[in-house]
C-alpha cells in the first residue's frame, strides 16, 4: 500500500500492480537489512514507509501517464508532457526530481 500510495493518482492499473509486486521484495530485504546491521525497528516502520515510500516515488516518477498525470494535475497547461513517466513516454521531469 505504501508503495503505491506516491503514484495513486497518475499509473493505469497495471503499473500499481508492477509497484505492488516490487514494493514485496523491497520490504523484504530491506527489513533483513536493517536485522543484519543491528538497527531495531520492532514494527518494521523503515522498511514499509521508508524503503518501499521511496521505491513507490520513483516508480511512479517512471510509470506516470500523460492522460492520468493532467486529469491529476491540469492546472499546470503542458506539464504532462514533461512530467509524465520515462517509461511512457514523458520527459522524465518526475524522476529528476525523485530521491
Known sequence: ???VTAGCAVVEPWG???IGVGAA???VFSS???VKMGIDDVVDAVP????CGAYGVIM???LATKENYSAAY???????DSCAGLLTGGGGGSFRAAP
Open 1 to 3: 500500500l505504501v508503495g
Open 16 to 18: 500499481a500492480f508492477l
Open 25 to 27: 521484495p523491497v520490504y
Open 60 to 62: 511512479a516518477s517512471l
Open 32 to 34: 533483513r537489512f536493517l
Open 48 to 51: 514499509v514507509h521508508g524503503f
Open 74 to 80: 491540469g492546472i499546470y497547461d503542458g506539464a504532462e
